[in-house]
């Protein structure tokens, strides 16, 4: 691995981290005191499929043919202390696609907001990521029969990285029921 893409690794994981310790997504409080809806018994591998399947579908949207970072979905704690100990969690896919072109990331964008509603997503923000200098684009959207939340973000090399489209697919909260 090159520096430059050691470099865009350890910014994705980094990434990644901060958004973990931020909660079990961006886009909803999942505190149990907050939480609007009961986790429900569910089994890892099925959420882990039911997450990197929605995600692999949010690659194909975009229609941007460039290198994706490795990794799949993976399995976190959820919720309270308590909740934590009692096996509630989450499954989170993080990844990016990057190795195009700014008019293709732009046209990958422009395709994911377009394409999300038709493939059963609520989009619920679309436009300017106000924490970038370029204020490039970020779509949040919910998928209306799974609750799978997606964040895309484009990351333009202006901000100082190589361009990409960083994603985050996040399952709600569930009662895992995989044995110990």
Same mark, same amino acid.
């Given at each position: 691995?090159? +520096?430059?893409?050691?470099? /865009?690794?350890?910014?994705?994981?980094?990434?990644?981290?901060?958004? #973990?310790? =931020?909660?079990?997504?961006?886009?909803?409080?999942?505190?149990?005191?907050?939480?609007?809806?009961?986790?429900?018994? +569910?089994?890892?591998?099925?959420?882990? @499929?039911?997450?990197?399947?929605? =995600?692999?579908?949010? #690659?194909?949207?975009?229609? &941007?043919?460039?290198?994706?970072?490795?990794?799949?979905?993976?399995?976190?704690?959820?919720?309270?202390?308590?909740?934590? $100990?009692?096996?509630?969690?989450? &499954? +989170?896919?993080?990844?990016?696609?990057?190795?195009?072109?700014?008019?293709?990331?732009? @046209?990958?964008?422009?395709?994911?907001?377009?394409?999300?509603?038709?493939?059963?997503?609520? &989009?619920?923000? /679309?436009?300017?990521?106000?924490?970038?200098?370029? $204020?490039?684009?970020?779509?949040?959207?919910?998928? *209306?029969?799974?609750?799978?939340?997606? *964040?895309?973000?484009?990351?333009?090399?202006?901000?100082?990285?190589?361009? #990409?489209?960083?994603?985050?697919? =996040? =399952?709600?909260?569930? $009662?895992?029921?995989?044995?110990?």
């Amino acid at each position: 691995m090159d +520096r430059r893409n050691r470099r /865009n690794a350890t910014a994705l994981a980094l990434l990644g981290a901060l958004t #973990l310790a =931020s909660g079990c997504t961006l886009m909803d409080d999942e505190s149990s005191s907050k939480r609007t809806y009961d986790p429900q018994p +569910r089994t890892r591998p099925e959420v882990e @499929k039911e997450v990197g399947d929605l =995600s692999s579908r949010a #690659l194909d949207m975009t229609q &941007v043919k460039g290198k994706v970072t490795e990794g799949g979905p993976a399995t976190y704690p959820c919720g309270t202390s308590e909740e934590k $100990k009692s096996g509630l969690r989450f &499954v +989170r896919h993080a990844w990016s696609v990057y190795g195009v072109d700014h008019d293709t990331l732009d @046209k990958g964008m422009k395709n994911l907001a377009a394409q999300l509603p038709e493939n059963g997503w609520k &989009v619920v923000k /679309n436009g300017p990521n106000p924490n970038t200098e370029a $204020k490039t684009p970020e779509v949040f959207a919910v998928h *209306e029969a799974t609750h799978t939340q997606l *964040e895309a973000r484009w990351m333009d090399s202006s901000d100082g990285g190589e361009n #990409l489209i960083n994603f985050a697919v =996040s =399952s709600r909260c569930f $009662k895992d029921t995989d044995p110990k």
